[in-house]
């Protein structure tokens, strides 16, 4: 089945700065890329998707990049405030017609 | 506020008990998944109906088991718990099983078994 390594775990960044966030899938088939923001003790909330016939996809200070040849995708997220931080999911939905999460990665903003 | 609504908020009980979570999805939506988050870990994908439906297994242990009903709303049924089984479990839903469909996810329930 589907596989999908989220790195890095915890990320750290000063206000204003660029967080990035890089995930690889294992099925070939995967054509749905989907981002979400968790904050603590609430319910995971889509930011941002992207499919498998688009390369890059932008919203504001969120932008998501697919690399199909290589299999793996990335967040980025520009001028960061304190808001943003949160813990956030890549998945990918593949063959199998599942959405499969990655690990997440705890992204802290410092003022 | 998703539009998926989740009872009960919070749950308490012992190892060994049975529990129902319930969940409703957006209106309109006829799939519903269902997730299990552990401290500090991702989603773990359980199981999918679709309009009444079984669609997709995932993780899913055979003490768990769920339904949907033909109002499309869904009951995750789990028995025997254990220490482990404390979690958020989330439900999501989607328009239909199409490709490149969101998932809309619930507020969740929390599961806490003493």
């Known amino acids: 089945g589907e596989n999908v390594e989220q790195h890095p775990s915890t990320l750290s960044v000063q206000e204003g700065d660029s967080a990035v966030i890089k995930c690889t899938y294992s099925?070939?088939?995967?054509?749905?890329f989907p981002w979400y923001k968790q904050e603590l003790g609430k319910r995971p909330q889509l930011i941002i998707d992207?499919?498998?016939?688009?390369g890059e996809k932008k919203d504001q200070r969120i932008a998501v990049t697919l690399n199909k040849t290589a299999k793996h995708f990335s967040l980025h997220i520009t001028e960061t405030q304190p808001e943003d931080s949160a813990v956030y999911f890549c998945?990918?939905?593949?063959?199998?017609?599942?959405?499969?999460f990655g690990s997440g990665t705890q992204l802290t903003v410092l003022p | 506020d998703s539009g998926v609504t989740q009872t009960p908020k919070h749950l308490i009980t012992a190892t060994g008990q049975r529990v129902t979570l319930r969940c409703s999805p957006r209106?309109?939506?006829?799939?519903v998944y269902w997730y299990q988050q552990s401290l500090d870990q991702g989603l773990q994908f359980l199981i999918q109906?679709?309009?009444?439906?079984?669609?997709a297994k995932g993780n899913i242990l055979e003490r768990f088991s769920a339904q949907q009903f033909p109002d499309l709303h869904s009951e995750l049924n789990l028995s025997s718990l254990e220490l482990g089984d404390s979690a958020l479990y989330f439900c999501?839903?989607?328009?239909?099983?199409?490709?490149?469909?969101?998932?809309?996810f619930g507020p969740g329930t929390r599961l806490l078994v003493l």
């Open positions: 998945a990918a939905r593949g063959s199998a017609r599942q959405l499969t």
């Open positions: 992207i499919r498998s016939n688009v």
């Open positions: 109906y679709y309009n009444g439906e079984e669609r």
């Open positions: 999501a839903s989607s328009v239909a099983n199409r490709l490149g469909e969101t998932q809309y």
């Open positions: 099925d070939s088939a995967s054509n749905y």
């Open positions: 209106s309109g939506d006829l799939s």
